[in-house]
Nanobody, 115 residues
């Protein structure tokens, strides 16, 4: 399985920005799909955004325009740039990789949006 390590979470005020990074143990271009999910307390895990090996992004409608997924080839990471953050964006954010029919998850990083 692919090993994934997330970073970049933290506490931010409403309207602020954060950039999350997901470092993979394999070349990210060899992974079919990489994505970011989030899970708020008491809620199901939901897709935030994903990107295919062909660089096709898939994004949840509710976050389109505020969150952007991208790949950093130099760092071998998949990043999630989050802007105009709202309290309802508070959640644990998880990185996911799907390749060869297998799905791998990172340990998650906490994002808290609060004044």
């Amino acid at each position: 399985q692919v090993q994934l390590v997330e970073s970049g979470g933290g506490l931010v005020q409403p309207g602020g920005s954060l950039r999350l990074s997901c470092a993979a143990s394999e070349n990210i271009f060899s992974i079919d799909i990489m994505g970011w999910y989030r899970q708020a307390p008491g809620k199901q895990r939901e897709l935030v955004a994903s990107i295919t090996s062909g660089d096709t992004p898939i994004q949840a409608d509710s976050m389109r325009g505020r969150f952007t997924i991208s790949r950093d080839t130099a760092k071998n990471t998949v990043d999630l740039q989050m802007t105009s953050l709202r309290p309802e964006d508070t959640a644990v954010y998880y990185c996911n990789a799907i390749t060869g029919g297998r799905s791998s998850w990172g340990q998650g990083t906490q994002v808290t949006v609060s004044s």
